[in-house]
């Protein structure tokens, strides 16, 4: 079995006595009590879901358990597949009559491990086990409406699959980030993820229209609807997008789907600043309007390593530049000549000195190469010991975003390499601090070293007025550094949120907020 997988003799053998919260009372159970829920616990949710989807096998198991970059492992006394909203609405009426924490587990692609599964802290330290939750089943696209402009879905589906089916139809799904061929929409909802296309269509949460969800009760919030306009009190469906899970089980979505692209144009372009790339943007919407998608910078060290470290890249310029500006733009009607006044733009930017090179993509394929270089960062530091951050600022910030924390991580760390690659566009900066193998002597020197660079980038944000996180949420990585940077009274409504939601607890114990 492995470790994390816990029996209900292990169980028994680690902790001694366990407590639990009942609504606010404290209820001391023994070993035996602990084991005999266990035990019920899996037998209840085979009469919901069947036996074969009571997954405690080793080999069933082991990929929901451990977090894509193999940072946190989560301990689970099994974990669920429910195959409808009916059964997730039982599997929590069971969890909240037996007081059992429980996480929702998607793709699993998450950065910050909101997805790892925890349980609550008995009086000796110890974690009692938590429920996993997999929506991997839940995979159904339920309807397309050209006429709407909706898809609706169940929170299973992989991203990939939404972006196709809309395709089918004529139509697009806007949000695509790198993890799209694995990740799922219920866990972009609950991270608000962004992507490549939020310059223009926004981050995940200004796509879901409705949402279905099961709260921690079982009750079912039934708001799957297309409407455009509904003023009929809160938007209680806001609270959920962005919430990793702490509120409760989204299980479908209406998302805002828009006519395909027809026409386009990509071109990558070669710059020295980023108050230069920011004037080029400028220039680009003062031309084309809405209709510019993406704009993707990154900086000459990160550039290096992708085509140093990622196969089948090649660099488009002669010369490696400073900066490389990477632009989309795309119309949904067809015929349209996007690249003439593309190139009209460079060319009044090459002449003015925004521009030292450009190349305009030629075909789709030669398009793909560009996005390559821009997506290669992952693969890339794949193996390195590396810190990744994900912060945003100002648009007319980002230069010295950039400027303060290069200098302040390497007046530190002379040995550290800083990459950065951003969606310049909202103002989404990523940074990751790269070290070369055999830096760390053990695991807790990395996370000594990663605390204080914690504390070097969160002091650069919180001066230039950004945030700590742009797109990868708390979870269980950054819930410190939400203490440090959030507003006091902000904190104190959020958790006033959870205990409305949740006042037993049991929704992804551990996430967002450090114990009190």
Not at 231 to 252: C, H
Not at 281 to 309: K, N, P, Q, W
Request: aromatic share 4%; glycine share 10%; proline share 5%.
């Amino acid at each position: 079995m492995l470790p994390g997988a816990v029996s209900g003799q292990e169980i028994l053998s680690r902790l001694p006595v366990l407590l639990l919260w009942r609504a606010g009372t404290m209820t001391l159970l023994s070993p035996i009590a602990i084991m005999t829920q266990a035990s019920t616990l899996q037998s209840r949710l085979a009469d919901i879901v069947g036996e074969k989807h009571v997954l405690v096998e080793q080999d069933r198991i082991a990929g929901l358990l451990i977090d894509v970059r193999r940072s946190y492992e989560g301990q689970a006394i099994c974990i669920v597949e429910p195959g409808s909203t009916e059964e997730v609405a039982a599997i929590m009426r069971l969890c909240s009559e037996l007081d059992q924490p429980v996480t929702p587990i998607g793709g699993n692609t998450g950065l910050v491990g909101g997805a790892c599964v925890r349980g609550r802290p008995g009086p000796d330290g110890q974690e009692t086990p938590g429920l996993g939750l997999s929506l991997r089943r839940m995979n159904r696209i339920r309807e397309i409406s050209a006429l709407e402009g909706t898809i609706t879905v169940e929170a299973g589906c992989v991203l990939q699959t939404i972006q196709e089916a809309a395709k089918a139809e004529g139509l697009f799904f806007p949000l695509s980030l790198s993890a799209e061929g694995s990740c799922q929409i219920g866990g972009n909802i609950a991270t608000n993820a962004g992507g490549t296309a939020a310059l223009r269509y926004g981050v995940t949460r200004q796509l879901v229209m409705g949402l279905e969800v099961v709260l921690p009760s079982g009750e079912v919030l039934n708001g799957l609807t297309p409407l455009r306009k509904d003023n009929t009190g809160y938007d209680i469906r806001q609270l959920f997008i962005g919430a990793e899970g702490t509120l409760g089980v989204i299980t479908a979505a209406v998302m805002r789907v828009v006519p395909a692209p027809r026409s386009t144009a990509t071109a990558m372009v070669a710059m020295t600043s980023v108050e230069d790339a920011l004037e080029l943007l400028r220039r680009m919407h003062d031309t084309f309007g809405e209709r510019v998608s993406s704009a993707e910078i990154t900086e000459a060290d990160y550039m290096r390593l992708v085509l140093e470290r990622c196969v089948g890249t090649r660099l488009p310029f002669a010369e490696l530049p400073v900066w490389s500006l990477l632009l989309e733009v795309a119309d949904s009607r067809a015929g349209q000549d996007l690249r003439e006044p593309l190139e009209a733009v460079l060319a009044q930017a090459f002449e003015d000195g925004l521009v030292s090179d450009a190349v305009i993509a030629q075909n789709e394929a030669q398009a793909e190469c560009f996005w390559h270089l821009r997506h290669g960062v992952s693969e890339a530091i794949r193996g390195l010991p590396n810190m990744s951050h994900d912060s945003s600022v100002p648009l007319l910030k980002q230069s010295e975003y950039a400027r303060l924390t290069r200098e302040r991580i390497t007046a530190r760390f002379p040995e550290a390499r800083t990459l950065f690659v951003g969606h310049m566009g909202d103002g989404n900066m990523h940074l990751v601090v790269l070290f070369d193998p055999g830096t760390f002597a053990d695991r807790a020197a990395f996370l000594a070293v990663s605390a204080e660079l914690d504390l070097i980038i969160d002091d650069v944000v919180i001066e230039l007025g950004g945030s700590i996180t742009a797109e990868h949420g708390i979870g269980l990585s950054y819930r410190k550094r939400l203490v440090r940077s959030a507003d006091p009274a902000e904190l104190r409504l959020m958790r006033g949120i959870k205990a409305a939601f949740d006042p037993a607890g049991i929704m992804n114990p551990g996430k967002l907020f450090l114990p009190e």
